[in-house]
């Protein structure tokens, strides 16, 4: 037989065996070229799976992560606290009028020990809420709707943007000749003020949802509802968010407006104690109500923003 020429193991002559060169053990590693793509593998996956690095400062570092966030908002309300007490100082108004932030703050440390206080912000958070929970619920329904039907949105997508920029004082003389002076007066302002701008948020999210999306959505077979709760709804989160903010700031507007002007017997909430201030002269108490708006505004803005700020998180977008 030429030497050339090799049987199979299972074919070898019982006295013939290979050299020592052409056979390999069962358990002999692979190349070196292989060892190292395995090993350069490796180390990205353990980059991609570290923790963290939040989760290894210490409490110095996060003292100074707060320190670094915090100090540009102090230093911004020193300097209004400052121009409003230059603005004092100049005369420009008598301080029964314009009063300092010394006598503010002194009336807001009065009335935040006062039982009526939080009285009056509980019945206004409680307007807030139920009537922005109604404006997301009616202004998602007509978002889906608006983005799934074209006729309907040639039809009425316009009146959805002009809905969304008309002040939402004018809706309030209709209001009261419909409801009278009743809590179903303001959450009709309410609810029209902030559903318009939750409906385009969702509308311009679902028509920002990338076309491979929908294709790999019609080859997992997603049809009808599913589609919509497994596909489209979690890709137009991102504008949907954006339109929820916006709504809340118009649904905040609307009511600090309307419990201005309409006053509902037995109801003294945080509009209604601001028109007695006005009405009885009290600068103080007045401008202390303002600043307790302004601060309500502000904690649910923060809300907002740690939502939004977890939402890029979770897409991605921000590290750690």
């Known amino acids: 037989m030429p030497a050339e ?3 199979p193991a299972e074919t070898q002559p019982p006295g013939e065996t290979r050299p020592p060169s052409e056979t390999r053990p069962p358990d002999q590693t692979p190349p070196k070229g292989r060892d190292e793509a395995a090993d350069q593998v490796a180390g990205l996956d353990v980059l991609e799976l570290a923790p963290p690095a939040d989760r290894d400062r210490t409490l110095g570092q996060y003292a100074a992560r707060i320190w ?4 540009p908002k102090a230093l911004a309300i020193a300097l209004a606290l400052a121009a409003w007490q230059l603005v004092v100082l100049s005369g420009w108004r008598p301080e029964f009028i314009l009063p300092p932030p010394s006598d503010v703050a002194a009336e807001l440390r009065d009335i935040v020990r006062s039982g ?4 009056a912000v509980l019945i206004t958070m409680r307007r807030a809420v139920v009537g922005f929970l109604l404006a997301v619920a009616i202004g998602t329904l007509v978002g889906i709707a608006v983005a799934r039907f074209r006729p309907l949105r040639a039809a009425i997508g316009s009146l959805i943007t002009g809905l969304q920029t008309m002040p939402s004082i004018i809706w309030f003389p209709l209001a009261i000749l419909l409801f009278q002076l009743s809590e179903s007066a303001i959450l009709f302002v309410v609810v029209l003020g902030a559903a318009p701008s939750v ?3 969702l509308i311009s999210g679902i028509d920002y949802v990338p076309p491979l999306w929908l294709r790999v959505g019609d ?4 049809r ?3 589609r919509y709760r497994h596909l489209i709804l979690p890709a137009a989160l991102p504008s949907f968010v954006s339109g929820l903010k916006q709504g809340w700031a118009f649904s905040w507007r609307s009511l600090m407006a309307g419990e201005l002007l309409v006053i509902v017997p037995g109801t003294l909430s945080i509009g209604a104690r601001l028109q007695a ?3 009885l002269t009290e600068a103080p108490l007045l401008m202390a109500y303002i600043v307790v708006v302004l601060v309500i505004g502000i904690l649910i803005d923060v809300l907002f923003n740690a939502a939004d700020t977890a939402l890029r998180r979770r897409w991605g977008l921000l590290s750690g």
Not at 68 to 71: E, M, Q
Not at 116 to 119: A, L, P, S, V
């Open 5 to 7: 020429t090799r049987l």
């Open 224 to 226: 009808g509802p599913a």
């Open 116 to 119: 009526d206080f939080y009285g």
């Open 219 to 222: 080859v997992l077979g997603m």
């Open 277 to 279: 201030a006005r009405d």
């Open 68 to 71: 670094a966030s915090a100090w």
């Open 199 to 201: 409906a385009n948020g």
